[in-house]
């Protein structure tokens, strides 16, 4: 082979510039300063095919309603379970963001294989690059990655962080978002109302610069909570702007748009739930009574208080305010986006429907990850796997032309 050959090839065996896409992980340890406990977490995901909300929901199993109310979608509408959202679309998708070998991360969805499944293929088409295949065969102790049984269970491990659910000292929820073509920072930033130096500092980046396949974690002002931590939704938080389903589908809990003080109603879904009316009272969860007085207005408000047990526990207060409110200023309701269903490539495998619930549905199945606690964040080369394998069939191709 003349030398100028080899040249020529190794051009096309070397890909320039060499990066490994990145992940901002989050060490969970338990100490004096840090929690192990579960969070709500949001993960960024859009639509590679045209699904139902109850299919969009069933994959990454949480409820449907709360997958709604995550995007403040109308649950009133006429079947909204079984609208169909479009390819393409992106949505916030609620999960439950647990400590697992040393990091945070999200153990409770499943996927059941297909015959056309590869482990690549659930990483980065199925799941929108918010996991990577290293890391599902890991989970699940996969030797042998060329051949996935049909049918087979898989733990799908997802990003997801938690950061105390606090951003600057003030409550926040973070969304895991997967950096895409022509994304950058200030891209990002734009979109979600932040600076790059939040962006910059919540994921320990050295320069404002991201790269497609990347993995950061955006936090968003939200509403917290006060619960018992004996409450099965200890620890609710809600974006602002958004709301949150919760005690088995009986309670909407709101955040914004005029302050970040969280606001429980029922949610009024059809479900069978207990009384929701304070003791001492005649007001019910949501509703206030007021009184002007000479320091101003006496406030009387029936607030949530977690659900325990099958109960829904209020709670009564009563504070002063320098005026008597107006009536509560709910977040917008949007109609959810639909589209014809059409014949899709790799539709989703049917996976057990999750038990309706609150706002951190799922159980924490320990699972397994390739990715080791870090400080900052790490890299997954499996796109670049990817890559080297088309690059590995050009060579080929051109070595053969050229010999010949």
Avoid at 104 to 132: M, Q
Avoid at 252 to 277: D, E, R, Y
Avoid at 326 to 333: A, V
Wanted: proline letters at 10%; charged letters at 10%.
């Amino acid at each position: 082979m003349q030398p100028f050959l080899f040249l020529f090839l190794l051009s096309f065996t070397i890909p320039f510039p060499l990066a490994l896409s990145k992940s901002t992980i989050e060490p969970c340890a338990a100490s004096p300063t840090t929690s192990t406990d579960p969070c709500p977490s949001l993960l960024s995901y859009s639509l590679y095919t045209d699904l139902k909300v109850a299919e969009l929901a069933a994959l990454f199993q949480t409820d449907p309603f709360a997958l709604l109310a995550a995007n403040s979608f109308d649950p009133s509408q006429p079947n909204a379970p079984n609208r169909i959202l479009p390819s393409g679309l992106t949505v916030r998708i609620p999960t439950t963001c647990s400590c697992s070998d040393g990091i945070r991360k999200s153990v409770s969805t499943r996927y059941v294989t297909r015959p056309s499944d590869t482990l690549a293929s659930i990483a980065e088409t199925v799941y929108g690059g918010l996991t990577s295949a290293d890391q599902i065969k890991d989970a699940n102790a996969i030797s042998d990655q060329s051949g996935l049984d049909v049918g087979q269970t898989l733990v799908i491990p997802l990003h997801c962080t938690c950061f105390n659910s606090t951003d600057n000292s003030l409550p926040a929820i973070y969304l895991s978002y997967v950096v895409k073509d022509g994304d950058t920072l200030q891209s990002i930033t734009a979109e979600y109302a932040t600076t790059i130096t939040d962006i910059m500092n919540v994921n320990s980046l050295g320069s404002p610069s991201v790269l497609p396949g990347d993995i950061i974690s955006i936090p968003l002002p939200a509403c917290s909570s006060m619960l018992p931590r004996f409450a099965s939704d200890y620890g609710l938080v809600v974006a602002n702007g958004t709301y949150a389903i919760t005690a088995s589908r009986c309670v909407q809990c709101s955040c914004g748009p005029g302050n970040l003080n969280l606001f429980c109603t029922p949610a009024s879904l059809g479900a069978t739930c207990s009384n929701m009316q304070c003791n001492g009272g005649n007001l019910m969860l949501g509703n206030y009574s007021t009184q002007p007085t000479g320091a101003g207005c006496s406030v009387t408000s029936c607030n949530y208080g977690g659900f325990v047990n099958g109960t829904i526990i209020t709670a009564l207060s009563t504070s002063i305010q320098p005026q008597c409110p107006g009536p509560h200023q709910f977040p917008p309701l949007l109609s959810i986006p639909t589209s014809a269903m059409h014949e899709s490539y790799l539709p989703p495998s049917p996976a057990p429907l999750p038990q309706a619930g609150g706002t951190m549905p799922g159980s924490s199945v320990p699972g397994g990850s390739a990715l080791s606690p870090s400080g900052g964040p790490i890299g997954s080369a499996h796109a670049l796997a990817n890559q080297f394998s088309h690059v590995f069939y050009l060579t080929l191709m051109w070595s053969v032309v050229l010999l010949n």
